[in-house]
């Protein structure tokens, strides 16, 4: 069973367009982040929800929404894709805050 | 403010032999700190965690040593085998903190 996993692996799209990845956990872990993943494989986190709220936003533009339909969710919108934003999206989880995350198995966004 | 870096971005050992990659943070108030294995292509996976309320911990071939004096933290593994290659990244989590802060990451090649 995959403990967190995120489609679609690969998502290639043109400038402008607006996309969405999908993540679901099965680990009943009250907390799921998203994290940016760049070129030098540095990783960043963008988002952080606890029980469906919003907890942690790190200054990423309003063109990227994530929504939490359940604890078990975090989907991840963006609209008007632009160049900068090819990278590799990690959605995680974990039992609390800022504890051990678990990693999904990315989303390589490349924009044209 | 929030930085925890990698004293080194490749390291390349021999088959068998041990490899240690080190890590420097910079937030004294940090109280839990974990070491991350990225393979190509998949998520990072956790690898060994530890509290600062520890200097030392032992896990299967890997020990992960903390020296809070000097806000150092280092990942040894025994015996390093071709499975061993990945990209280690530490993480931190500031005491309070709400998210784990990400190093750089070290890219560690075995030589058979």
């Known amino acids: 069973d995959t403990a967190v996993s995120q489609t679609p692996k690969y998502l290639v799209t043109q400038m402008g367009n607006d996309k969405s990845i999908k993540c679901e956990q099965n680990?009943?872990?009250?907390?799921m982040y998203w994290y940016k993943q760049d070129s030098k494989k540095f990783l960043k986190i963008m988002f952080s929800y606890n029980n469906k709220e919003l907890i942690i936003n790190e200054t990423v533009p309003n063109r990227f929404s994530p929504k939490s339909p359940d604890k078990a969710h975090l989907n991840l919108h963006i609209n008007s894709l632009e160049l900068g934003d090819s990278a590799v999206y990690f959605c995680?989880?974990?039992?609390?805050?800022?504890?051990?995350?678990?990693f999904g198995q990315g989303t390589r966004l490349t924009v044209v | 403010g929030e930085s925890v870096g990698l004293h080194l971005p490749t390291l390349s050992v021999q088959e068998g032999d041990n490899s240690i990659i080190n890590c420097a943070y910079s937030?004294?108030?940090?109280?839990?700190f974990i070491w991350y294995k990225q393979e190509s292509g998949k998520g990072p996976q956790f690898i060994i965690d530890i509290r600062s309320n520890m200097d030392k911990r032992q896990g299967q071939r890997v020990t992960v040593l903390l020296n809070k004096t000097v806000k150092h933290l280092s990942l040894q593994i025994a015996a390093t085998q071709p499975g061993d290659s990945a990209v280690y990244f530490c993480?931190?989590?500031?005491?309070?903190?709400?998210?784990?802060?990400f190093g750089q990451g070290t890219r560690l090649t075995i030589n058979p």
């Open positions: 995680a989880s974990s039992q609390q805050l800022g504890t051990e995350a678990f």
């Open positions: 937030n004294s108030a940090s109280d839990y």
């Open positions: 680990l009943g872990h009250d907390t």
């Open positions: 993480a931190e989590n500031g005491q309070g903190a709400q998210k784990l802060v």
